[in-house]
């Protein structure tokens, strides 16, 4: 199993450019979530799908869109990039709330937004 | 609002010392807790987690987490650190049956040899 993977590893933008983040899971997870990560401030959830064809917002789901089409993938989409928006992204996933969530991340995708 | 805390938010050892970083969380009901590690350039990889049981949880590496209901804690415990356990330490909760995980701010372990 490849586990979760992120595409691409590393993306420069300009402001106002518009970019899809890729996720995709082989390990037929149910959940799906979309983190970013700050210095010094920990994972902020972007949104989350508890299955194809559902999502949810996080706490910081502004000037982000997601969509679940199937199990396996969950793009995160950037329509007008901002320098706010510079961060790493970790996609994650999980089989079951129900005894824990436990969470398997991927790799990361660095975005800075000039 | 359910929330995690982590107090140290920067951690400096020299090798072979003993490591303890602090959890809180504020949550009433049942929960699943976890700590995660991210070595430099790398993403989170699940350390340690609580489930039931227990309290007293050992992970990978040699590290342990103490899960103390009455304190809403759940600290991560290493007995001798070693200059590879330099990494960013998050804890996180699931509380209840919650759709997603709770972190903390994390914690930054600089090891010295």
């Known amino acids: 199993n490849a586990g979760v993977t992120q595409t691409p590893k590393f993306r420069i933008l300009k402001i106002g450019q518009s970019m899809t983040l890729q996720c995709t899971q082989d390990m037929n997870h149910n959940y799906m979530y979309w983190y970013r990560q700050d210095p010094g401030m920990g994972l902020k959830l972007i949104y989350y799908s508890v299955g194809a064809g559902i999502t949810d917002k996080g706490e910081v789901p502004n000037g982000y869109n997601v969509s679940r089409s199937t199990t396996e993938d969950f793009p995160l989409r950037l329509e007008l990039a901002a320098p706010s928006q510079t961060s790493v992204y970790f996609c994650a996933s999980s089989y079951s709330i129900a005894g824990g969530n436990e969470q398997f991340f991927g790799p990361g995708t660095r975005l800075t937004v000039l | 609002a359910q929330s995690v805390s982590q107090h140290n938010h920067h951690v400096i050892l020299s090798e072979a010392a003993s490591l303890e970083l602090g959890c809180n969380y504020s949550?009433?009901?049942?929960?699943?807790l976890f700590w995660y590690v991210q070595y430099p350039g790398q993403h989170l990889q699940l350390l340690l987690k609580?489930?039931?049981?227990?309290?007293l949880v050992k992970g990978i590496k040699g590290f342990e987490a103490e899960f103390i209901k009455s304190k809403f804690s759940f600290n991560l415990r290493k007995p001798s650190v070693q200059w590879s356990d330099t990494a960013e330490y998050f804890c996180?909760?699931?509380?209840?049956?919650?759709?997603?995980?709770?972190f903390g701010t994390g914690t930054r372990l600089q090891v010295f040899p």
């Open positions: 996180a909760v699931h509380p209840g049956f919650a759709d997603k995980l709770i």
């Open positions: 609580y489930f039931s049981g227990d309290p």
């Open positions: 949550y009433g009901g049942t929960v699943n």
